[in-house]
């Protein structure tokens, strides 16, 4: 898959699940980037939270999958954002 096609389903994906991943704990944004994954980047979401919780002190509904309609997700802890 071309590297545009993979940008255009991350998209996509970011599209449908923006507002969902956005009401989990700790989330503050989410974009299309490259994700790191079996030694190679990959076009993917990565999800932005202010802190990095292990999964087990989080609730099965804040946690962020691995994966979502076959494009990698990745979480990256950012803090808070502030308007400057």
């Given at each position: 898959m071309s590297q545009e096609a993979q940008m255009a389903r991350a998209e996509a994906v970011q599209q449908k699940y923006t507002d969902d991943l956005m009401s989990r704990a700790n989330v503050v944004g989410v974009g299309v980037g490259l994700v790191e994954r079996d030694g190679s980047q990959?076009?993917?979401l990565v999800v932005m939270v202010?802190?990095?919780?292990?999964?087990?002190?989080?609730?099965?509904?804040d946690v962020v999958p691995d994966e979502l309609d076959g494009v990698p997700v990745a979480v990256q802890e950012t803090g808070v954002f502030q308007a400057q």
């Open positions: 990959q076009v993917g202010t802190k990095k919780v292990p999964r087990l002190l989080l609730a099965p509904d």
